[in-house]
């Protein structure tokens, strides 16, 4: 007896096909993960994979406030009245900015949707080209591993140069504890500091809120996400993001 069993899944990739040629269906990639997780290392990577940008919220917001486009306009009077921006005129700003050219064979949203409104909001966004979310990469490394990996940064404030107290430490260490005393610039001898967002008090804020942000957002995308071991090697770390796309 004939149950449809496997020719579902055939009817399902033709019609797919299908789509896909009459919507000439771009590569649409959502990139999350906490600070520290390495995103900033492999984001230029996937760029040069998809042929893709990389966009982010606040840079496109910028970029659409300078150039006086309608929305950006609209966020303009916002901002200077002190109001925070609507996820409409936020989505309004993708939308103008994925009909760019280069936006032609996909791009790769860093860190937006950053709730699970904007995420429908962006799904009837693309779904009015008949087009969706491909892709969700997640980033994954434990928050204590993260804390070691940002905690342990500190800088010269003249110079720039960076340090890090257990992978880079400045000779002053000498097996320490790392203090505003023992944390001195080798070639001039200064105090470093550390930036406020790498104090262990504000980086436990940072991911206890990329935590409230994300993990509802994954739910909404759970059939295309991809989480991905980012405490590896960079090139093993690498190789699963290729895996996910």
């Known amino acids: 007896m004939f149950t449809g069993g496997a020719a579902a899944p055939?009817?399902?990739r033709r019609e797919a096909a299908t789509l896909d040629a009459e919507t000439d269906a771009r590569s649409v990639v959502i990139l999350f993960g906490p600070?520290?997780?390495?995103k900033g290392t492999h984001a230029p990577k996937l760029v040069e994979k998809l042929g893709a940008p990389q966009l982010s919220t606040g840079d496109m917001l910028r970029a659409a406030v300078a150039a006086g486009t309608e929305v950006g306009r609209q966020a303009?009077?916002?901002?200077?009245s002190g109001g925070l921006v609507s996820d409409e005129i936020v989505v309004g700003i993708i939308?103008?900015?994925?009909a760019e050219d280069d936006c032609k064979s996909g791009f790769?949203?860093?860190g937006?949707?950053?709730t699970v409104e904007q995420a429908k909001m962006l799904d009837d966004c693309l779904g009015a080209t008949k087009e969706c979310v491909n892709a969700v990469i997640a980033l994954e490394v434990p928050d204590e591993i993260l804390t070691e990996r940002i905690c342990g940064r500190w800088v010269h404030k003249a110079s720039g140069r960076s340090y890090h107290a257990t992978f880079a430490p400045p000779k002053s260490l000498d097996g320490r504890k790392p203090t505003e005393e023992t944390m001195l610039d080798d070639e001039t001898g200064e105090p470093l500091m550390q930036r406020a967002d790498d104090t262990e008090d504000a980086?436990?804020?940072r991911l206890a809120g990329y935590h409230d942000q994300t993990v509802p957002i994954l739910d909404h995308y759970s059939t295309v996400?991809?989480?991905?071991?980012?405490?590896?090697?960079?090139?093993?770390?690498?190789t699963d993001i290729e895996k996910a796309i």
């Open 225 to 238: 996400v991809s989480k991905v071991d980012a405490n590896q090697g960079l090139d093993e770390v690498w």
């Open 76 to 80: 303009k009077d916002v901002m200077a």
């Open 108 to 110: 790769i949203l860093d």
């Open 203 to 205: 980086l436990k804020a």
């Open 35 to 38: 600070p520290g997780s390495g």
């Open 10 to 12: 055939r009817l399902a």
């Open 95 to 98: 939308k103008d900015r994925i």
């Open 112 to 114: 937006f949707p950053r």
